[in-house]
C-alpha cells in the first residue's frame, strides 16, 4: 500500500452504504480520465463489539499493528496518517524490529505507539478497536479469529488463511462475534473501480489490449462507524483464497478435483479431504477454540 500524501476527510465510501446518493453513472469521458487514479480501500471499522467499547463517529479508532517487518510498516504508517484513527500498539515477536516501527509511526500522530511482543497483550486492551495483521501467512487466520473473539475489528493481509477451514472458521467468527473483517483486496473495494470494471466488460472502450493501473488509499474506517460490512468482506476474502488452497491441494494430489459449487468443498476424494484444514497448531492457538 503507497503512502497517502496526507490526512483526508474526503473519502470515497463503499457501495454498500446504502443510506447515501449514487454517484453519477461513469461515461466514458469520466471513465478514461478516472482510470489514471485506480485506487484501493485500507478498511477501518467501527461497530458495538462484544468485548469492546462503544464508538461513535466521532471517537477516535485505536489500532494495534501485528508484524513490522515488511508491509506491516506501512499499515502503521498509515493509520497513522488517517483521519480518525491513532496506532496504539506495534506488535512483533522479533523485538528488535519494533523500535523503528516505533519511531516511524511517531512521526504522524501525536503519541508513540506502545511496542509488545505478544500479541495477546493487545486481545486484552479493551481500548483497542482495530487490529491490522501483516504477519507470515500462518498467522492470518488464528490472529483474525482469536481479535474477533475479543472484539477487535479486523484488517488482515492475504491471503485470509493458511488452509481452507482456516478461511471458513475467519468467516464464522466474523459473523459470531459481529465483527468487521477484511482482506487487503484493495482495488475491488472502491467504487469506482467496480463501476469501471462493469463497464469494461461491457465493452465502452472496446477490446482492451494493455492496462496500466496504479492505487491510492481511501478509507476503510467507514465500515466501523457506520456497522457494515466492508466491500472486501471476508466472505469474499474467503473465496478468493479458496481457489489457490484448491489448486495446491490438486497439485499435491496430482489430479484434478470434483467440488461442491456451494462452497467449494472436495467431493468424493478422501486423500484429498484430509488436506482440507491444517493438522496441528500450537498449543492455545488453534481457532476452532474461539467459533
Known amino acids: 500500500?503507497?503512502?497517502?500524501?496526507?490526512?483526508?476527510?474526503?473519502?470515497?465510501?463503499?457501495?454498500?452504504?446504502?443510506?447515501?446518493?449514487?454517484?453519477?453513472?461513469?461515461?466514458?469521458?469520466?471513465?478514461?480520465?478516472?482510470?489514471?487514479?485506480i485506487g484501493s480501500t485500507l478498511g477501518f471499522f467501527t461497530s458495538t463489539g462484544r468485548a469492546q467499547r462503544r464508538v461513535s463517529a466521532t471517537d477516535t479508532l485505536v489500532v494495534a499493528v501485528m508484524g513490522v517487518n515488511g508491509?506491516?510498516?506501512t499499515h502503521a504508517r498509515n493509520f497513522a496518517l488517517q483521519e480518525g484513527a491513532e496506532v496504539a500498539y506495534i506488535c512483533d515477536v522479533d523485538e528488535r524490529v519494533i523500535p523503528r516501527a516505533i519511531e516511524e509511526t511517531a512521526k504522524h500522530q501525536k503519541r508513540k505507539p506502545v511496542g509488545v511482543a505478544d500479541f495477546r497483550r493487545v486481545l486484552d486492551d479493551r481500548s483497542v478497536d482495530i487490529i491490522s495483521i501483516a504477519t507470515p501467512n500462518h498467522w492470518h487466520a488464528p490472529a483474525t479469529i482469536m481479535a474477533c473473539a475479543a472484539g477487535k475489528h479486523v484488517y488482515v493481509e492475504k491471503p485470509c488463511s493458511y488452509s481452507a477451514e482456516e478461511g471458513e472458521l475467519a468467516i464464522q467468527a466474523a459473523r459470531k462475534y459481529e465483527r468487521v473483517v477484511q482482506m487487503g483486496n484493495?482495488?475491488?473495494s472502491r467504487p469506482l473501480i467496480i463501476e469501471a470494471i462493469k463497464k469494461i466488460h461491457d465493452g465502452v472502450i472496446g477490446n482492451v489490449m494493455l492496462a496500466r493501473t496504479w492505487y491510492n488509499n481511501p478509507n476503510f474506517l467507514d465500515s466501523i462507524r457506520n456497522n457494515r460490512r466492508s466491500a472486501s468482506d471476508i466472505e469474499g476474502a474467503h473465496q478468493s483464497t479458496l481457489l489457490c488452497h484448491l489448486g495446491n491441494i490438486?497439485?499435491?494430489?496430482?489430479?484434478?478435483?470434483?467440488?461442491?459449487?456451494?462452497?467449494?468443498?472436495?467431493?468424493?476424494?478422501?486423500?484429498?479431504?484430509?488436506?482440507?484444514?491444517?493438522e496441528e497448531y500450537r498449543e492455545g492457538f488453534d481457532p476452532k477454540v474461539y467459533v
Open 250 to 278: 490438486a497439485q499435491r494430489t496430482g489430479r484434478p478435483l470434483q467440488t461442491d459449487p456451494s462452497n467449494g468443498h472436495i467431493l468424493g476424494d478422501t486423500e484429498a479431504e484430509q488436506l482440507w484444514g491444517r
Open 71 to 73: 508491509q506491516g510498516l
Open 186 to 188: 484493495q482495488r475491488r
Open 1 to 37: 500500500m503507497p503512502e497517502p500524501s496526507e490526512k483526508r476527510r474526503d473519502v470515497i465510501d463503499p457501495p454498500a452504504l446504502r443510506n447515501r446518493a449514487k454517484p453519477a453513472p461513469l461515461d466514458r469521458r469520466r471513465f478514461l480520465s478516472a482510470s489514471a487514479a
